[in-house]
């Protein structure tokens, strides 16, 4: 590590202790002062933040990198460099890979990948064994390799005495937290889109909002009969928040995420088949959205994720109901929730950091590291944010090795324009540096 | 008109009654001594077929015979999709051998809008999955239409069957309000789409209060397979509770009109005297098929000018 002086000079620092303007001195990769006017040391890099928001990285909790198995989509060199630009300083790269990451040497192998990358790259474990939901995966073994969410991901754990044992076992890992994709697979067997007017109308076979909401209050109540902690990923029907909320309310340790798509579009987005919008859990109907924000807002949802999912464009070229699903959205979760909540004042700045960055890397256990507050002697995984650039999206223009983005066409307001990983920047003037 | 993916894209009432007064130039070409004009003469229309499917390939490919263009056919079954081609090369494929319309038949809804966003040539929709059919709704007006026309207003038409998972049904719910006609959606619950949120009709679970007031019922192919997947128990349990048996044909008006796109399944939803009697259209409807795909590929290929 060199001793060199990073000054991120001009903006104003928002963080769990408010926003003020200041600068903000990194030394060694730690942040090393944080005052206004700050004059550089000799030799120092100075990164200028005029008219930007200094903040501490994001931490996507739900990208696929793709790594192993299908690194023409995705690698985590890749999805790292996307997720840089994004503003992340880190991500937590799920399981589905293949083979899937339910063994200590695939984690290794995915962790020492990460190590070269443009953010601090985390894995989730397998709950179980293949995903295959009957035995255990060496969860232990995954906990002391530092992974500290397990999911069987894309394939809910349906059996209820399987997701008891998950619970029970992990009460012995502290920080460890069973994370669901919540989706019944018996309701949404041979389904590709949410079951509504739309999917009635289209002749799509549907995937039914109860699907996921039956499953988390069984999972509810499985948290309560173990005292296990419990992350829903994904959150995306408004029943599922309103037992989240109730939870919550009755002290179980429950957090929910959402993904920035679903506090956005609707299944109407389906109506021209095209498979880009194609996701499991589904884009849902307005209502849903409407649910999605409000409990975002109340704190019901804890984090917004991004379920990063890059597919090669064969993939996807070809009939909705053939193709699989997943969006991108590491590069453009920032923008996204900033063009659509933020500028129209239905969330704070401050809320949206929160939700994309102080409270995800709390319920990754990341705390130590990331998520701020940006204070003397913490590591400095800072992002700077412009809130006034407006970028249209282009496919063809992101990082990822895939094209899949829900958002090609968009016009957005706010950008990055730094990123630093332990103060070394991995995104300078809005270029990534590896 | 550049496509016909769905029902919506002939443009409303005017534009289906447009193509159903075309179709009945085409009928007249039919019944000469050579039904083949040259309309089309120079123009190459390519079925790609990926579901079986007999009588309305044969039908597309009638009718663009008859109007003297070439004809290729692509079936899954001798067919490099067996090798794993995808449908976006297939089309580029049979693109590249230069086609002015392209038929697609395939399992899955929205197919043919995938196609005819890659294709520089048109596309007929032939049936993509559970979503539509357009060419069969508009058969099935034109029959109805011979019979009871030329306006369909108030016409009462009951659908009976598997509506959830009925291409034939979505189109010609669309089609056949559009020309005005009175729509009841008729069978188990477990058969009927998920929610019916903007659907001009109405949904009964009891197919004989409907019968005696109805013009026309049309009957959908029940498939076995449905019992696997728990929506009704049994073939004997359906015929008798919504299956239009003889006994309830002899309860309807006697000018109601029975009509299904077959094939039908005799003794299911449609008793074979039912199907055999002089109420059914069955017949007239596949007759028709040809004129209507003419008249489908007259619209998208011919050159504006008379059919000769």
Redesign the interface.
């Known amino acids: 590590m060199s001793s060199a002086e990073v000054l991120v000079k001009g903006g104003r620092v928002l963080d769990q202790n408010g926003e003020r303007a200041a600068d903000v001195r990194v030394v060694d990769g730690l942040i090393a002062e944080v005052a206004a006017g700050l004059a550089p040391g000799a030799g120092a890099t100075v990164l200028d933040a005029e008219g930007c928001v200094v903040t501490s990285g994001l931490v996507d909790i739900q990208v696929h990198f793709r790594e192993p198995g299908r690194e023409d989509a995705e690698n985590v060199e890749s999805g790292a460099r996307a997720a840089a630009l994004g503003g992340c300083t880190a991500v937590v790269c799920m399981p589905n890979t293949d083979p899937p990451l339910d063994d200590a040497a695939v984690v290794q192998a995915v962790l020492e990948r990460g190590r070269r990358a443009a953010c601090d790259v985390r894995v989730a474990g397998c709950i179980t064994k293949g995903r295959a939901g009957s035995e255990l995966a060496p969860l232990g073994e995954l906990y002391d390799l530092g992974v500290r969410i397990f999911t069987d991901d894309g394939d809910c754990v349906a059996d209820a005495g399987v997701m008891r044992r998950a619970f029970e076992y992990t009460r012995a890992l502290p920080g460890a937290v069973v994370a669901q994709h919540a989706e019944d697979p018996a309701l949404v067997r041979g389904g590709h889109m949410h ?3 739309w ?8 995937r ?1 909002a109860e699907a996921e909401s039956s499953i988390v209050a069984r999972d509810i109540a499985l948290a309560r009969l173990t005292g296990g902690r419990y992350h829903l990923l994904h959150l995306s029907a408004g029943a599922s928040a309103t037992l989240v909320r109730a939870a919550k309310a009755e002290g179980l340790r429950v957090t929910a995420e959402c993904t920035p798509q679903h506090l956005v579009l609707t299944d109407e987005a389906c109506a ?2 095209d498979p880009v919008f194609k996701m499991n859990p589904p884009l849902r109907e307005q209502a849903a959205v409407d649910a999605l924000r409000a409990a975002l807002l109340d704190g019901t949802i804890d984090a917004i994720a991004t379920d990063h999912a890059p597919h090669a464009p ?1 993939t996807k ?6 193709a699989p699903p997943g969006m991108l959205g590491v590069e453009t979760a920032f923008s996204v929730v900033y063009t659509t909540l933020v500028e129209p004042g239905l969330l704070t700045l401050a809320q949206a950091f929160a939700a994309l960055s102080w409270n995800p890397a709390r319920i990754a256990g990341l705390e130590a590291e990331h998520g701020g507050p940006i204070e003397v002697g913490r590591p400095a995984h800072l992002c700077v944010f412009d809130t006034t650039e407006r970028w249209q999206v282009d496919g063809h223009r992101l990082a990822s090795r895939s094209r899949n983005s829900p958002w090609e066409g968009w016009k957005l307001t706010g950008k990055v324009r730094h990123t630093l990983l332990r103060g070394a920047p991995t995104v300078r003037d809005g270029a990534a540096t590896r | 008109m550049k496509h016909l993916c769905s029902v919506d894209d002939l443009g409303g009432r005017a534009g289906i009654e447009q193509m159903l007064d075309l179709t009945d130039s085409f009928v007249e070409i039919q019944q000469r001594d050579i039904p083949k004009v040259p309309a089309l003469r120079g123009k190459t229309v390519v079925s790609l077929f990926f579901e079986d499917s007999t009588r309305t390939r044969l039908s597309f490919e009638t009718a663009a015979k008859r109007l003297s263009a070439d004809t290729m056919t692509f079936t899954v079954g001798s067919s490099s999709v067996k090798k794993g081609e995808s449908l976006l090369d297939t089309v580029q494929t049979v693109e590249a051998m230069g086609v002015d319309a392209i038929v697609v038949r395939h399992g899955a809804a929205g197919a043919a809008h995938r196609v005819a966003s890659w294709a520089e040539a048109s596309v007929v929709n032939g049936g993509d999955g559970r979503h539509e059919h357009p060419t069969q709704a508009l058969l099935d007006a034109f029959t109805l239409r011979r019979h009871r026309g030329p306006s369909l207003d108030g016409c009462r038409v009951a659908i009976v069957g598997d509506i959830r998972n009925s291409r034939v049904a979505r189109s010609n719910v669309k089609l056949f309000h559009e020309l005005g006609c009175d729509l009841t959606l008729v069978g188990p619950p477990t058969l009927m789409p998920e929610r019916l949120d903007g659907w001009p009709v109405s949904v009964s679970y009891n197919i004989d209060e409907v019968l005696p007031d109805v013009d026309v019922v049309y009957l959908l192919r029940i498939q076995r397979e449905r019992i696997d997947q728990a929506l009704f128990p049994t073939l004997r349990e359906y015929a008798n509770r919504w299956g239009l048996t003889a006994a309830r044909a002899a309860r309807m008006k006697p000018d109601t009109f029975v009509m299904h796109p077959g094939p039908m399944n005799r003794g299911v939803e449609i008793a074979a005297e039912v199907a055999d009697s002089s109420r059914s259209l069955v017949t007239e409807q596949v007759a028709n098929g040809v004129a209507v795909r003419m008249a489908v590929l007259w619209s998208l290929l011919g050159s504006g000018g008379p059919v000769v």
Not at chain 1, 199 to 206: D, E, N
Not at chain 1, 317 to 322: A, M, S, T
């Open positions: 079951e509504g007017a999917s009635a109308r289209l002749g799509i076979p549907g039914p021209q088949f064969e070229d070809v009939p909705f109901e053939e």
